[in-house]
Structure formats: C-alpha cells, structure tokens
C-alpha cells in the first residue's frame, strides 16, 4: 500500500511533529538524510529481481546484467539474471519499437 505525505503527517504524533518541525529549522539534516537513505534503497530495488522471469537474483553472481535505457531525464534499470533472459528483452523491446 503506497502513502501519501499527507496521510502519513496526518497519521504522526504531535512530538514527532515537533521533532521534524525542530529538524527543519536547524537545516534539515535528519530529514534530508532518511530521504536519501529512502531513495537510495528504492533504486536498488530493480536489482532484487529479474525483469523478464522474476527469479530472485543472486547479488554475489556474475551472470547479473543491468540495463539503463531511456531519455536522459527519465532513466529506467532494468536486471537481468543471465543473458537469455536479457536477449528476450532486448528482443521484445525492438519488436515492440518495430510496431510503433
């Protein structure tokens, strides 16, 4: 289930609220943290799983394959757990930029 900000500053007790207010008004700096920290585990989430067959990945393995693709300002990973799975992508992907 996915939160919206709103919802999650509605959900929080009045001293945590304070907590944060404090926070920001010395720079931010725990805040700014938590966030990063947040961003950081979302980008790694690509790499748990392969996007074509769905098998846990094995982070210590060298048969792993990530691929970056798209404009510049809208990046997408995509990981793979070994080539044939990859060459299925790229396969799709080009019969798929063939029909449009």
Do not use: Q, W
């Amino acid at each position: 289930m996915k939160y919206r900000l709103r919802d999650v500053m509605g959900s929080l007790e009045y001293d945590e609220l304070l907590k944060i207010k404090d926070d920001l008004n010395s720079g931010g700096i725990h805040l700014m943290r938590f966030v990063d920290k947040s961003l950081s585990d979302r980008k790694h989430e690509h790499e748990s799983h392969c996007s074509n067959c769905s098998s846990l990945l094995d982070l210590a393995s060298t048969s792993n394959f990530t691929l970056v693709f798209g404009p510049e300002d809208f990046r997408k990973k995509a990981s793979f757990c070994g080539l044939d799975c990859l060459e299925y992508f790229l396969k799709e992907l080009k019969r798929i930029r063939k029909v449009v």
